[in-house]
């Protein structure tokens, strides 16, 4: 199977690479406005004239009875549902195992997904989707047992939408196939589906004699899971990607979140034989992987230039695939802009973003403040600490990596606004007694970049993570420092000499 795989995915590539959801060498920076598929990147009018794709040509394809869809036999066990008739070209991949199968999305719910099903298999099925866009989860409500991730977006998602909410994805250039005969246009809704068990990373589902493990993949919605077979050495990657713009622009997508996921992605290349996507073609080679996590990496970094604008979002153009980045810019006026790190940021998606982020979790502090009495000190302070920190960003035009210096800034001040101000969730607070006879209270919080809240006296450090030997390190400013290992602590604070402490028992 895996021989098999490899082939197929090399055939596949060769006609995926220069025209792959209409990612095309030829299209210039002036990109030609899109008047009927809007922000789904450039060129996507007229999208059916690639079809057929050829990719599909090295597969069984399996007879059903719905000319809405087609079914082909992608790997022993494996079977592609694929869409497509409208934009999407959505693909639902079942996976059968020897007790039960899982039914990997259920598509747009405009044909019978529940029939085609049937139709392949008679074993039990279990529904698990990529993530709850709208063309994953249009046929859930067909199936008794569905699990879901447990979020407030899942949950969202799972009521149910108007028909308004998706009228645009069947208006005209989203579908170029009859729909099936009997389909009424203006009731097409995502219909309300029940969740029966809640999953989520580190869980598995056993097929019998299949075991498909799950990965927290957010990004391109804040949902998304992969699906890892290791025997099988296949990752289902769901929409985190395909040979197609990939969107980090929508309503809940995250381009900061979404760069972690595709760097996990790229280290997991060496462990499969195929990756199989949700759009357009259902196979594609592992390096697609690593390329991936170098493309969000040259854009956090900003050494990539091919890019083309499309409705007023920034495409960024790779190998058979693109970057779809909203081009909103930070949260200050980039026209007022008078520092060279400040037009840097501006220039620069993954920076923007940061600013974005910390000028979010910057105003719930301030909020936090706002509902403590007697906070108008705090709160100037605050304030004044945001200025100094702005007037510290700006001085990274003197380091030699001027990006990685403002993305470090930004990272280190939102992780710590988050713990001092108790924006995110620590774990229970650890009592040290010090060799001083001093008391630190240690409060570890999962922040991206982790954290450690320090007491000591009416005085609060924060301190970010560092690399270290053997047990954890934290560095914060003014010369402080924290070093814990097992239950002991070596800690360095502003004025004092060195202080070893232990776990107070």
Known sequence: MILRLLLL???AMLAAIAEAHGVDEDVSTQSPANEQVRNRGAGKDHWWNQLPRPEWSAFERIDQDQDWFEVYRIADGVFAIYEPGQFEEVISFLITGEDRALLFDTGLGIGDMKRVVEQLTDL?????NSHTHYDHIGGNYQFDTIFGRDTGYTRGRAAGSQPEAVAEFLKEGWVWKPLPEGFVVEDFRSRAFSISRFVDEGDAID?????LEILSTPGHAPDAICLLDRDNRLLLTG?????????THLEGSDFLDYAKTAARLAGLAGDIDAALTSHNVPVVEPRYMTALGDAFGAIEDGTADDYVTADGLREYRFDGFSVIVDARGPAYDCAASRHEIEDLVCDNPALAALDRRLDEVYGRALAVLGDVADSTAATRHLKAEQRGWIKGRNECWKAADKVGCARTGYEQRIAGLQARYFLVEGREPVFFSCDD???IVATFIPTELPTVRLERGDTVEVGWQVPAASGAKFEADFGVSFWTRSDEAIVNWPQDTRISCKVRR
């Open 239 to 247: 929409d985190s990607f395909y040979l197609a713009p990939l969107y």
């Open 9 to 11: 995915s090399c055939v």
């Open 207 to 211: 097929l019998g004699g299949r075991r």
């Open 437 to 439: 006879g001093s008391e």
């Open 124 to 128: 039990p099925i279990v529904v698990l």
